[in-house]
């Protein structure tokens, strides 16, 4: 018996999230299948992030144990050869035994991505989430500095989720922008100057690392971020939010379609 692990990518749109559910098609249920059809064994997988219904992923992992005498790094073709276009394995390895993909300690990095325009695009409507008023990118970007570090998140996490504690860690939040013809960034000026760039035409992208999220928290924050820049909120406000521990405070769960789970590093 060996242990598999696999990077597997996803457009999410089609999909009700992740993990199994009891009507409707999820990634973890294709992936059962399809790898219990290859390997002939019935196969489970265990996936790092229960991503929500209409989220992508570029770098989810998961892993599963068995028999087969398919060499690790050759199961992803195989897979690949079986599995819908709208799902792919990037890699797939041989790990240890108690290799645990949610229980290893790793960062995650998401991004949330926003197209700023006066009219939507045809091509970006599964995979950001329209915005036809102009965003303060560099009030975003100010706001983003109370959120990084160990704090209290209980303002930004689903009323209803059951967890020990809703303490987490941000190492990383950063709001940029790129045009939307050319794909070039711009420049962002995050000092304290009278220059405000709204990045109107452009796409926004909200990146965040950590070492875990809770149930809808990457949402929320990118929820709470576009009230900022379309200064409902001053990006002071968002201290308050944190401090105040009640989700009622904070800005709408943003669209699930903006949300693309990136990579999941180990340590």
Partial sequence: MKRIKLVVAYDGTDYCGWQVQPTGQTVEGVLNQTLSELLREDIVVIGASRTDSGVHALGNVAVFDTNTRIPAEKISFALNTRLPDTIKIQDSCEV?????????????????????????????????????????????????????????????????????????????????????????????????????????????????KGSGFLYNMVRIIAGTLIEVGLHVYEPEHVKEILEGKDRSLAGDTAPACGLTLKKIEYL
């Fill in 96 to 208: 240890d035994k108690d290799f645990h993909p949610r229980h290893c300690v790793s960062f995650k990095t998401y991004e949330y991505r926003i197209l700023n325009s006066k009219f939507p695009l045809p091509t970006n409507r599964l995979y950001a989430n329209f915005i036809y008023r102009p965003l303060d990118i560099e009030a975003m970007q100010k706001a983003c500095q109370y959120l990084i570090g160990e704090h209290d998140f209980k303002s930004f996490c689903s009323a209803k989720t059951q967890v020990l504690t809703t303490v987490r860690t941000i190492y990383e939040l950063s709001v940029s922008s790129k045009d939307s013809d050319t794909g070039l960034e711009n420049n962002i000026d995050t000092g304290l100057g009278n220059n405000i760039d709204t990045g109107f035409g452009n796409e926004i992208s909200i990146r965040v």
